[in-house]
């Protein structure tokens, strides 16, 4: 009896290592080993022998941190990274707020459509990366965009959008149309889950519409902007899909405008594919560094306000 009880015991024990195995094997399969591989690339570099020609001209050995020196020293990189700064500074704040401002006004009861007006805020995110960059792209050529055509008919300006700083705009409004959907849906459903009562109890204490927003919703959902704000970075760093599927239309978009689209022009252009695991490594170095950043300070904002 007691062997059959330390075995059941053991089992129950070990259900649930049973139940993630699979995912670890996946995540070791499809995530960790190809980091692993890729930080171990960055570290590697091709030794060339005389012309290069010949079995054993070309020989792959141990570099150090070349690499990564070079990857600092690289102007091409830093200006890309400071191009995807004043990206990441317009597109950020503004998705957010209209984020924020969308899940407010469905939030009330007001509100008509309620149903349909999630769905139609949420839709563009359902538009894959590379067809909503299209689409807007050809949206911003004046020879084929109604917009130019209406602008034209009421002799009214007509900015070229794909050239020098309204590129930045037109770059964050594709970002900006397709990201609120989602993080409009994540802040919605937490003002969703804020007990009735803390709105009853503030409207008996003479509060207005525009001050339980304020001073009730806003702060109530603060853990839900912490995490939109975490994955918007994340994604502003990681920006690819866009103005690589624009260049073709506009000659202001080099191949190298952001950091991941120079790792592929090294990688699959240069055939240096150890310099563009080094740049990859510090990418998702970076990013890392300001999201985990950004967390704790977030979180020590939170333990001061408990502690108050």
């Avoid at 141990?62 to 020196?69: D, K, L, M, T, V």
């Avoid at 139609?120 to 590379?130: D, H, K, M, R």
């Avoid at 937490?190 to 001050?211: C, F, M």
């Amino acid at each position: 009896m007691t062997s059959t009880a330390s075995r059941r015991s053991y089992g129950v024990k070990g259900a649930p290592y049973a139940f993630l195995f699979p995912a670890t094997i996946l995540f070791a399969l499809f995530f960790a080993l190809p980091i692993g591989y890729a930080v171990w690339l960055s570290f590697r570099k091709v030794h060339v022998s005389g012309l290069g020609l010949g079995a054993g001209a070309r020989k792959e050995v141990w570099a150090g941190f070349e690499n990564y020196s070079e990857a600092f020293q690289d102007s091409e990189l830093l200006h890309g990274a400071l191009r995807v700064l004043g990206y990441g500074c317009i597109v950020v704040p503004v998705m957010l707020g209209l984020a924020l401002l969308f899940a407010l006004m469905l939030d009330t009861d007001r509100v008509r459509l309620a149903p349909f007006t999630r769905l139609a805020i949420f839709l563009p995110y359902a538009v894959p990366g590379v067809v909503a960059a299209l689409m807007w792209g050809f949206l911003y050529l004046p020879d084929v965009s109604p917009f130019y055509y209406v602008l034209d008919r009421l002799g009214l300006p007509q900015p070229d959008l794909l050239d020098g700083s309204p590129l930045y705009l037109a770059l964050s409004n594709i970002a900006v149309w397709g990201g609120t959907g989602f993080n409009m849906i994540v802040i919605y459903t937490s003002l969703r889950s804020i007990p009735a009562e803390v709105y009853e109890a503030a409207k008996l204490d003479g509060a207005t519409p525009l001050q339980i927003a304020l001073k009730i919703k806003i702060p109530m959902v603060a853990p839900s902007l912490v995490l939109t704000f975490f994955f918007s970075i994340i994604a502003t760093l990681q920006v690819y899909n866009e103005p690589t599927t624009l260049k073709p239309l506009t000659n202001s978009l080099n191949t190298r405008w952001s950091p991941l689209m120079k790792v592929y022009q090294d990688a699959f252009h240069r055939g240096d594919i150890y310099s563009a695991a080094a740049e990859a490594t510090l990418i998702a170095l970076a990013t890392l560094v300001l999201s985990f950043g950004f967390l704790r300070a977030a979180n020590r904002r939170n333990r001061q306000e408990e502690a108050r």
